[in-house]
Structure formats: structure tokens, C-alpha cells
């Protein structure tokens, strides 16, 4: 039997490794021409764990978030996922990881013309051979989780508000029950009630379903409230990556800047209930 058919009997779980790290990696070097964006840069994203990705503007946050899930190619390094390097994967292998992780992009990236339960339904019908009953219950169930009223899974993205795009993004994002979740400003362009709530619901789903989740951000609130380390994207590599705790101790000066500034003082007085 060759490599090809014997993959081809394997279940994802079995393609997939469970033991090591989520997300490897390693010596990774981007570049946009001239201009160099990640050099040498290495992150290890641990299983289970809510890691916050933050770095200033230019720093290439959604270029990293892109490289990891196969968007771009990398100009050096390796990328590894579930224990599959991304540029040596076979088609089954592709497969396989692609239905383990689902995306949130800033925007929702909603298809405009379709309802919100044609929106959660598309990834299963594209994956999996489930009926049309099925994927219809099953976005259903997964629009219930995201915190949203069954009505709203027949309306179409114009139709809702801006935190109720996010709570359908999510849903689509989790359609084929992922293990691994990346999240991009999740709560960017949401008042302050409006990201609070939608913070609660991403701890509580990545508690509740053991989820891994990779979430670019620069709301200080999210990172104080659910994030279990941060890493910090700063001169062209990872340069920390920490609890918050621990990078309020850095010396760095763009860490210091951001955690003990006026609003890190904020983030972290309303976290810790005592003055800024």
C-alpha cells in the first residue's frame, strides 16, 4: 500500500499530531519586496492555551496569522501545524488541517448574499458530506452557542449589527467543531459592554470545548481578562511571550510603553480593582 492510500484510511485524528504543540514555529523570515517584515522569528503556541498577539502598527500581526493558516508563504522558516509542516502537508494532510481550525477575520468576511445559516453551513458543505437537514440543525446549534437568537440565522449580514456580524463569524468560524481558533481584532469596532460580552464568550467557548486560540488584539481589556499569555511582536520577531504579569516586568521599552501606560494602567486597575 502506498503512503497516499494508507493516509487516505487515516482518520484526521490519526494524520494529526495530539501530543505537541498546537502551532511551531520556527526561523520564520518575511518579506514584502526590500521591505523585511519578520526575521528569524520563532513562537510556540501551546495546546489549550488563549495566546494574545499584539505588536505595533507594521509589525506584521495578520502577516504571521496569514503564513500560519497557509495564506502566504513563508521566504524562510517552517511552520508547523498539529505537528504537519504547512509546505510539506500532502492534500490529505491539507485537508485535515484545515478542518481543524477555524477563522475569524476582523472584517467577519461574511458572504454578503447568503443568511447567516447559509454563512455557518458553507464550511460543512464544502468538508464534510452531511444533508441538508443536518448542516441546517448543526449551524442552528452553533448560532445558538455563539449567543445569538434563532431568528437571526435567517438574515443576511446587512441585516445584523456589527457585534451580531462578529457572534456570526464566530459561529462559521466553529461550524466544523475546531480544535484550533484564530481570532483577528475580535473586538475591534465593538463598544466597551459590547467587547466585554464578547470576551466572556470566547473563554467561555475556548473552556467549554477545550479550544486553542491564536487572537490578534490590541484591546488591553482582552488581553488582562482572558488571554493565558501574551506574545509580543516588536523587531521583526517575538521578542516575549508571557503572561501579562510577567510583561509588565519587561524592560523592554514598546512592552513598557504598552502595559504601564495610561491605558495598561487602566486595563489593569479595572482588572485588579484598585487605582491606576
Sequence with gaps: ??????????????????????????????????????????????RGEVLGVVGGSGTGKSVLLNTII???????GTVKVFGQELQRASRRRWSAL??????????????????????????????????????NELADLKIAMVGLRPEAGSLKPAELSGGMRKRAGLARALALDPELLFLDEPTSGLDPIG???????????????????????????????????????????VVACAPVSELEKSDHPWIREYFLGPRGRAARAARTGTEG
Design 70 to 76: 497557509g495564506l502566504r508563504t513563508p521566504d524562510a
Design 98 to 135: 484545515e478542518r481543524s481550525w477555524g477563522v475569524l477575520f476582523q472584517s467577519g468576511a461574511l458572504f454578503s448574499n447568503l443568511t447567516v445559516r447559509e454563512n455557518v453551513t458553507a464550511p460543512m458543505f464544502e468538508h464534510t458530506r452531511l444533508s441538508r437537514k443536518e448542516a
Design 195 to 237: 467587547a466585554a460580552a464578547f470576551d466572556e464568550l470566547i473563554r467561555d467557548l475556548a473552556d467549554s470545548l477545550d479550544l486553542t486560540v491564536f487572537m490578534i488584539t490590541h484591546d488591553l481589556d482582552s488581553l488582562y481578562e482572558i488571554t493565558d499569555r501574551v506574545a509580543v511582536l516588536a523587531d521583526r520577531k
Design 1 to 46: 500500500m502506498t503512503e497516499r492510500q494508507n493516509e487516505a484510511r487515516m482518520s484526521d485524528e490519526e494524520l494529526l499530531d495530539q501530543e505537541g504543540p498546537a502551532i511551531e514555529v520556527r526561523g520564520l523570515s518575511t518579506a514584502f519586496g526590500d521591505h523585511v517584515v519578520h526575521q528569524d522569528l520563532d513562537l510556540v503556541v501551546k
